[in-house]
């Protein structure tokens, strides 16, 4: 259960967190709406993706600890700035965590052509992916889900595990695959 249920909430009482907004006027835009300390190496794994060529977005949890305070759920996820840049892209991309312990990223979302062609990349470059379903936990399918708010109603959320987060060699290997999965 979230502490906060907007940002608005979450605002008015915490000050120990910072924002990345890199608006390069792309159609594509990469958030990572629970990065710093609440989901380790997602802030990371999204600049990396964005590259040059993307808009970014990143909420970074800057507690020494309990960060896990500062996370909203992704479809009550309302942040000015995010918003702005998602709901003028064409292609939402949004990067979490997830608590599994096996070297693995769970593509969800409304996208689902995206969906498929991210986890055939990822799979490809030798990192574990699988496209969740309707009834998979990291699904992303709530229509209000931030990575579904972009002008075509529909994205990609990326669940990675803590092995793959806490591997710089991956984060690089994650962005090569979707950045490929992007071009086509």
């Known amino acids: 259960m979230d502490t906060y249920s907007s940002f608005r909430e979450l605002k008015a009482v915490e000050t120990e967190y910072c924002i990345t907004h890199v608006d390069r006027g792309s159609d594509v835009t990469i958030i990572a709406p629970h990065g710093g300390n609440i989901e380790p190496h997602t802030s990371e794994i999204a600049a990396l993706i964005a590259a040059d060529n993307h ?12 960060n896990r305070l500062l ?42 052509e995206l969906k498929q062609r991210i986890a055939a990349a990822l799979n490809r470059a030798g990192i574990p992916a699988v ?24 994205g990609v959320q990326l669940e990675i595990s803590r092995r793959l987060r806490d591997s710089p060699q991956a984060w690089h290997n994650i962005a090569a695959a979707i950045g490929e999965a992007l071009e086509k």
């Open 55 to 66: 808009n970014l977005f990143c909420f970074n949890g800057l507690r020494q600890r309990n």
């Open 71 to 112: 996370h909203i759920t992704s479809h009550n996820y309302d942040e000015k700035q995010a918003l702005a840049l998602v709901q003028a892209s064409a292609t939402v991309i949004s990067v979490h965590g997830c608590t599994r312990k096996e070297a693995i990223i769970f593509v969800g979302g409304r996208d689902d």
């Open 131 to 154: 496209a969740c379903n309707q009834q998979a936990k990291h699904g992303g399918l709530h229509p209000d889900n931030i990575c579904n708010r972009g002008l075509s109603g529909k």
